[in-house]
């Protein structure tokens, strides 16, 4: 649309000697260059100094000077080569490039035709391109993206944006134009109905739901765009198209493309690690995940988890979630975990927890939890007690996919304080946990996977069962499964992964990790704290039994025989 603008005069000299030869390029000089330095024009040509010359590509260069030019507002820029001089020895040619740059251009005047919805004023002034400044048409192409995307906003989804006229006041010096803009609104639509297709098992109240449109609302770009990552985000569905719009009775339909995938899956671990003392032997570990994630096609979610990291020491959990609650976007959860440490102590929690949903990526929430310590009859390292906490969670997630990420940040805080009864006594307990996992594509196929993760408790009696437990598979790998116990503890997990294929690739990692232990001055034991660190290497494979993980993982200062394997299993039924 600029080239009415733009005058060009372009003069190849071209001779039988050059068109039969082969010259190289000896020198390039410009004249009549102001406004860009001899430097700064050559960068923008693809013939150089000492490169081969080709009629056909200096013709393509002096187009590239004059789109330079036409960017920086200078449309009447006119280019002739003056002379291309080549001695009769060596074969080499010497270029120089005459140019008239001519006034820059400017705005006039802004005229717009064919609006209703917004006035003249209110689209100029969202403009960034202004009467009196100079016309840079990316600028202008900017100002017309951002027009369009406030009327698809407000209901009118085949708006356009055509550039009607430009005008030469030629009486003018400097140069001035006036810019004539027509804008075709269309019809403002409304979402009348909604249609699904694809969905066997889910319930079509489910997908609707995750719209978060209601039945007559006014067209949003913005909303109906996000909808497939909404969908996605409940993991139950392996594609989602974009949506599309059809004419409807009394307004206009909204269409949604889904294809299922497996809902319940079943992720198990096992790993081996060394004996460490001479003469017994190593510890075989394990853990089962079995979750459900869409039952009776309606998203809700029930899990069932059991753990073995001790010889003898396990620990099961279930879990319950209740989506939309009311057909509001609050999900209501509750969980039970218990945890049998050797002949020492059970533990017992209860927790409900609610997830109220910001955004398809954003959520917050509030939980309520009961602990139990019930000690062995045998033991006199911890007292029985009970726990009573009240917490919040900020949640933000924005992964791509969930097994095999590619970019995106998974985020996660919390904060929870509560009172602990024990032998009569009550004591405040505080929480604060913190993680935060960061996935960046460095080159094609090639993924880097940062991990932060931290946890602090405090409270003036802080007994053995109250402490977290750290190292293994999901922590600092290279140590056994809950090897450390720490009131306050640090790690990172950095992986450099080579995308095999979609859901398969190898790995390489380095973790880190500090914990801090309290003493107890009654029993004599000091405070402890170390930093460690582990390494090691993976693979992760799509087969026909699931997303098969092994790794192989070092801790600090141990041998190859030393080494931890770990064998999982992810499996979608």
Known sequence: MWRSLVCIFVVLYQSTTIASDVFRIRSIS?????????????????????????TLQFSKDIESILRLYQKSGFYFTEIKTDSIVYPAVNSEIDLNISIEEHDRVTIDSINITGNTVYSSEEILQQFDLKAGEILIPSILENDFDFLISQYEQNGYPFASISLRNVKLKSSDKPSKIGVDIFINEGPKITISEIKVVG?????????????????????NHEKIRKIPDRLRRLNIFLKVDEPKLYSASGGSGLWIKVEEGN???FDGIIGYAPSQMEGERGIVTGMVNVTMRNLFGTARKLGVKWLRDERKSQEIGVQYLEPWVFNLPLNLGGAFNQRQQDTIYIKRVFELKADFLVTESFTLSGTFSRENIVPSSTTNL???????????DIHYDTRDDILNTTKGINYRSGYQVG?????????????????????VSTFQRQIVSLGLHGRNLSSSKIE?????????????????????????????????????????????????????????????????????????????????????????????????????IHIGLINEF
Request: net charge positive.
């Open 419 to 439: 009172r602990k009864n024990f032998s009569g006594q009550i004591t405040t307990v505080q929480r604060i946990s913190l993680d935060a996992d960061f996935f």
């Open 263 to 265: 809902t319940n899956t």
């Open 464 to 564: 053995l069962a109250d402490l977290y437990r750290f190292g293994g598979t999901n922590t600092l790998r290279g140590y056994r499964e809950n090897q450390f116990l720490a009131s306050r503890l640090a790690w990172t997990n950095t992986e450099y992964r080579l995308i095999i294929e979609r859901r398969s690739y190898v790995f390489g990692f380095f973790d880190t990790g500090y914990y801090f232990l309290p003493g107890d001055d009654s029993k004599g034991i000091s405070s402890t704290q170390k930093f460690k660190y582990g390494y090691g290497i993976g693979i992760r494979l799509e087969t026909v039994l699931g997303n098969l993980g092994v790794s192989f993982a070092f801790g600090e200062g141990d041998s190859f025989l030393e080494g931890k």
């Open 382 to 392: 911890l007292s029985k007690s009970s726990t009573t906490i009240f917490g919040g």
């Open 30 to 54: 410009f004249d009549g260059n102001k406004v860009f330095s001899d430097r700064e024009l050559i960068r923008v040509m693809i013939l150089k100094p000492s490169s081969q010359f080709s």
């Open 199 to 219: 969905n066997k098992i889910t319930d079509k109240n489910v997908i609707v739901r995750e719209t978060r449109l209601k039945m007559n609302e006014v067209y």
